[in-house]
């Protein structure tokens, strides 16, 4: 008897229906903004992950003060920090710079300048007109988070700009770092410093589904601090091409002016004959 009372409870616990679900706060303490934008920037994350490199012609428009430059060039790049960039004039090749890890390379063809120095934000602002070091430049090109964003966190902050949805880490003491999303997208990333100074914002329009990852031809960066302002709208680009190192090494060409971008004077170091 005993035995079959057992059986008899065991049984009860076998067929007692399942509680009905309940609903669930997808994260502790979070709205369904933050949830949603918590989804956009894992599916960022993954984005992130499937880019490797680019290389596209594009129009480049700068603009600082009274300056005005529009050019266009042959853009390559190649995660985590090589960069090519060609510009071209009317006549061909106008300059040539190259970033592999540390180590930049530019080369003046109208006057047979051959330089060589440190791949540093300054320049490359000086050359490219993006004042950021080599890494952070391929980020900004290819339409990635910034390395100092951790996609892995948790937003401080979720708010509408327009159609646009920003997730804010930090506050306006410390600085604050944003992410904007439209459609689905990256549309903007934003660095503000604990002083209310805008170090930069980057504006990513006009995407492109290429082999399945979505891709941004146009890319609008602002940086207050230099006062300048760059548009990049590409033309064709291919993502996760083939790319050899040796694209992004550059070699003196016979009789070249060598010089040397890490002295303060830039003077030229010798001549090669």
């Not at 669930?24 to 499937?50: C, H, N, S």
């Not at 646009?164 to 660095?191: I, P």
């Not at 709208?233 to 040397?260: C, E, H, K, Q, W």
Request: hydrophobic share 45%; aromatic share 8%.
């Amino acid at each position: 008897m005993l035995l079959l009372a057992t059986l008899e409870t065991s049984a009860c616990f076998i067929v007692r229906p399942a509680p009905i679900a309940q609903p669930q706060t997808p994260i502790a303490g979070f709205d369904a903004g933050k949830y949603q934008v918590q989804k956009l920037i894992a599916a960022l994350a993954e984005r992130d992950k499937r880019l490797d490199s680019m290389q596209t012609p594009a129009v480049m428009e700068y603009t600082a003060g009274d300056q005005h430059v529009k050019a266009k060039e042959e853009i390559v790049v190649k995660r985590p920090g090589n960069l090519r960039v060609e510009a071209m004039s009317p006549f061909g090749v106008a300059l040539l710079l190259a970033a592999q890890g540390s180590a930049l390379a530019i080369f003046e063809p109208g006057r047979n300048r051959f330089m060589r120095g440190n791949a540093t934000a300054d320049t490359l602002y000086r050359y490219v007109r993006i004042p950021m070091a080599p890494a952070d430049a391929v980020g900004l090109l290819m339409g990635l988070a910034p390395p100092q964003f951790a996609l892995n966190g948790i937003a401080d902050s979720v708010s509408n700009d327009g159609a646009m949805m920003v997730a804010s880490y930090g506050n306006s003491a410390s600085g604050t770092r944003e992410l904007g999303f439209s459609a689905g997208n990256l549309a903007m990333v934003r660095e503000t410093a604990g002083n209310g100074r805008v170090n930069y914002e980057v504006r990513y329009s006009d995407y492109h589904d290429i082999g399945g990852v979505m891709f941004p031809y146009v890319v609008d960066a602002t940086f207050p601090a230099a006062g300048s302002h760059v548009t990049f709208r590409y033309l064709r680009p291919i993502v996760n091409g083939d790319i050899p190192d040796s694209t992004f090494v550059l070699t003196p060409a016979p009789g070249a002016t060598l010089m040397n971008l890490s002295l303060d004077d830039a003077r030229a170091l010798s001549n090669e004959s």
